[in-house]
């Protein structure tokens, strides 16, 4: 990925005029958490962590998140749930859906709170899984990536939408998602896949639907994923589902964003990796490093925030975790 100089001086995130929300401020990052993945239709994991991979998952007062070394899913109450790694957690009522990451197969499984009844029910590849009251939305990678639906049990699969499906969101009664055949653009449907609405034409990665605002990334993947280049502006920009208007959050580089509350965590982007660090900053433009090292899909569960750490030069590549709350 092609690196971008953001001077020696941090430039904290610019609000360019917005008036943001502050409803949530005075919630605990687990209140908040909570009211995120309960919509109109209650939903199995926010959408901002979904677009981070679905590593963590908040529910009931329980964390469930990927274990440090083999990403296997534990909890909070310090129970391991699989011998496999997982990705994509959803926790809706009495179940948890997760991918099985082995050997990158991302087959669908569900199973009860407590481990138990563990079962394939969607074979893979699946990934940005999104579950909610209504049944399971998801890429289908064996579909060259196109918009699926199945039922809760896995039943009745099908093709909602030919596109290349990527960033699933479930916002209100709409499925927001990113069409890679179509140069990224942002999308929404309804959930039989009958409606579609183009939202933006903008090149888009890190799409994140909450508080009728449409967050996203100006980011461009090349179609060959072997030379993956960034030849957008890597600002966070973000559009008025009400007003039909596009304006810019941030005025420093950045990726793998989620937002919860009031606060934005991102992969603060500098030229050397090794330079990156993982922030947070507030609608006022409030800005605090939370770890001075490089760190990707980042995903909140609790007073939590998990990311992906790598050093490949050390052969290094584990799940760590900063306190962001309590």
């Known amino acids: ?21 502050k409803e949530n401020d005075a919630a605990t990052q687990t209140d908040i958490q909570q009211t995120q993945s309960e919509q109109t239709v209650k939903t199995g994991n926010t959408n901002a962590n979904i677009s981070n991979l679905g590593g963590a998952c908040y529910s009931d007062g329980i964390a469930y998140f990927q274990d440090s070394k083999d990403f296997h899913m534990v909890t909070s109450e310090g129970k391991s749930l699989t011998q ?16 099985d990451g082995t050997d990158s197969k991302f087959d669908i499984h569900r199973m009860k709170k407590d481990g138990s009844q563990d079962e394939k029910i969607i074979d893979g590849q699946c990934y940005y899984v999104q579950v909610d009251s209504n049944g399971i939305y998801f890429s289908n990678y064996h579909d060259n990536k196109k918009l699926y639906r199945a039922n809760l049990d896995g039943s009745d699969k ?17 499925i927001y998602y990113i069409d890679e055949n179509d140069d990224y653009k942002i999308y929404k449907t309804d959930k039989n896949g009958e409606r579609t609405v183009l939202i933006s034409d903008s090149s888009a990665s890190n799409l994140i639907l909450m508080d009728d605002y449409a967050y ?22 973000r559009i008025s ?13 950045m990726l ?22 993982i922030c947070a900053v507030d609608f006022d433009g409030n800005r605090n490093v939370l770890a001075q090292e490089n760190g990707s899909y980042l995903t909140v569960a609790g007073d ?23």
């Open 304 to 326: 939590n925030l998990y990311y992906l750490f790598r050093d490949l030069d050390k052969d290094i590549m584990e799940i760590r975790s900063v306190k962001i709350g309590g």
């Open 158 to 174: 099908r093709a909602l939408k030919d596109v290349g499906a990527a960033y699933i969101n479930l916002y209100e009664d709409d």
């Open 84 to 99: 496999c790694p997982v990705y994509f957690i959803n926790v809706l009522d009495d179940y948890i859906y997760y991918c």
């Open 216 to 237: 996203y990334i100006n980011f461009m993947h090349k179609p060959d994923l072997t030379k993956r280049e960034a030849i957008g502006d890597n600002l966070l920009y």
């Open 241 to 253: 589902l009400s007003e039909d208007k596009t304006e810019c959050v941030s005025s420093v580089q």
């Open 256 to 277: 793998d964003v989620n937002i919860i509350g009031d606060k934005i965590y991102y992969r603060e982007l500098h030229e050397n990796e090794s330079d990156d660090k």
């Open 1 to 21: 990925m092609k690196r971008f100089l953001i001077g020696a001086a941090v430039v904290a995130l610019l609000l360019c005029g917005c008036n943001m929300k």
